[in-house]
């Protein structure tokens, strides 16, 4: 594809962290840029191509998925020509980062939205069809409140207005509520953490085009490595050094766009509650750690929608998910052979992330897994793939057949015999069972690698080991008796 990148992001929060740290660390591919869709729908329209208030056109979109649900309303909304079919390609937020927030201290944190009955009488949150709005509309039915007593309003504005006693805000502005402060009571309900059945739903998803997908997987690949690289440093890095690399990435996007979420102007300040909204992320295992796009999340997702949109048409799992990126990124996608062998040719140049440190931050975070993102060790022909399989089976089978022969020795060893020879057969009964242990580990190694095709690592030949062990015990114990 060409050089240039556009990944179009719905939401400018701090919520969307793991788009901009990848950015900033130069996780991406080279020639990738950020740009803000204000919107699900004209990040939806970016991706397509098609016409939106921004003048948007892009590669990847980070937003609602399920607005795929109405393709058919984005396609009429073309004059002329195809619209190119939207594929989700990975999950960012696997739970809510919505939050219902209220000042009044009488109003304290509940295990069950029921539980706010008779204390709440207003709900404000963000604007349809975003999915804040329709946890909020299922948050009235909780409540047996009328939709008079639902306030919608625009992104980063839902805390302009003072707060009620009798209201909650449904939020995803993690940093305001830090602002405010986590701990004093303010956040009464958690839909991240706390058990409803939306916990494990869809969020926010990755979406790019059917042809862009079809032509370029190596782009797509590389997209989603440095997303997944950044939420990895997100969970596990120092909490410092994470704090001030997100900070810095964080304090580039507000610039850009002119805008802070901040009241605060001191900067110090300012990065404590950067630092306090990471420890919340953490808590609440906000990202999808393997980027996958789980099907009952999905149709979690779908569930929550159908109540609340009319002519809701739900959108199938199989036709608008491709899972071949996830799984090769599960898998470490650089050491899969067939698209290694592009790679080192050059047929896809330039689409590995090139990893670049902040100085003296997360340096040994990045150095390690992601500093070469080829492995030139790695067997690189396809011809290397067909021997690696057909030797595991036929260790497999060897394996098998060795359990099946030294159980059968075991149990007449270790039952003995009267005579001269009693002790010998117990030695061998001995030297039989350790064999026997190895070629158990042995044959499950083996199956695994076989039927998950899992090639990952194989320079260890960790297996093989295990099995000459085995069967050089089991010859050994052959040749003796």
Not at 155 to 169: H, L, R, S, Y
Not at 387 to 407: K, N, P
Not at 408 to 425: E, F, P, S
Request: some cysteine.
């Amino acid at each position: 594809m060409d050089d240039k990148i556009v990944i179009a992001h719905a939401y400018r929060g701090f919520t969307y962290l793991p788009l901009f740290l990848a950015h900033e660390l130069g996780y991406f591919p080279r020639g990738v840029e950020l740009a803000y869709a204000d919107g699900d729908v004209s990040a939806m329209q970016a991706v397509l191509h098609l016409a939106n208030p921004r003048n948007l056109v892009c590669d990847f979109a980070i937003c609602d998925p399920l607005l795929i649900a109405n393709l058919q309303g984005f396609i009429s909304l073309r004059e002329w020509g195809e619209v190119e079919e939207p594929i989700v390609i990975g999950s960012l937020i696997k739970r809510p980062p919505l939050w219902l927030f209220n000042t009044n201290r009488d109003i304290t944190p509940v295990g069950k939205e029921e539980s706010l009955q008779g204390l709440i009488r207003k709900v404000r949150c963000y604007r349809r069809p975003n999915t804040g709005y329709i946890v909020a509309r299922r948050l009235l039915d909780k409540l047996g409140l009328d939709d008079e007593s639902l306030e919608q309003v625009e992104f980063d504005t839902e805390f302009q207005a003072p707060t009620a006693v009798n209201e909650v805000v449904v939020t995803s502005n993690i940093l305001r509520m830090g602002e405010v402060g986590f701990n004093n009571n303010n956040t009464v309900f958690s839909y991240a953490s706390k058990k409803t059945d939306i916990q494990d739903m869809f969020f926010t998803g990755i979406i790019t085009r059917q042809d862009l997908f079809a032509r370029d997987l190596a782009s797509v690949l590389s997209v989603l490595a440095g997303l997944k690289k950044a939420i990895s440093d997100i969970n596990n890095a120092d909490p410092d050094d994470i704090a001030t690399v997100a900070f810095d990435a964080f304090k580039k996007q507000m610039a850009k766009h002119q805008f802070s979420p901040f009241e605060t102007t001191d900067e110090t300040r300012q990065r404590a509650i950067v630092k306090s909204a990471i420890d919340v992320i953490r808590q609440e295992k906000l990202y999808s750690p393997d980027l996958e796009v789980s099907k009952l999340a999905w149709e979690r997702s779908i569930a929550l929608r159908r109540p609340y949109i009319k002519e809701w048409k739900d959108p199938e799992y199989e036709m608008y998910t491709r899972e071949i990126p996830v799984i090769l990124l599960r898998d470490n996608w650089e050491r899969h052979i067939a698209l290694k062998q592009d790679l080192l040719t050059g047929t896809v140049d330039n689409t590995i992330p090139t990893p670049v440190a902040s100085p003296g931050v997360l340096l040994p975070a990045i150095t390690g897994d992601a500093a070469t993102a080829i492995d030139t060790d790695v067997p690189r022909s396809g011809l290397v793939a067909r021997v690696q399989r057909t030797t595991e089976a036929w260790g497999t089978i060897a394996t098998a057949l060795f359990l099946l022969g030294g159980g059968q020795r075991i149990i007449v060893g270790l039952r003995g015999k009267t005579g001269v020879d009693i002790a010998q057969n117990r030695w061998a009964a001995l030297w039989t069972t350790l064999s026997f242990l190895a070629s158990v580990v042995a044959f499950g190694l083996l199956s695994r690698r076989l039927f998950n095709r899992d090639y990952s690592h194989y320079e260890k030949y960790i297996t093989w080991w295990l099995t000459l062990f085995a069967l050089a015990l089991g010859g050994l114990f052959a040749i003796q008796t």
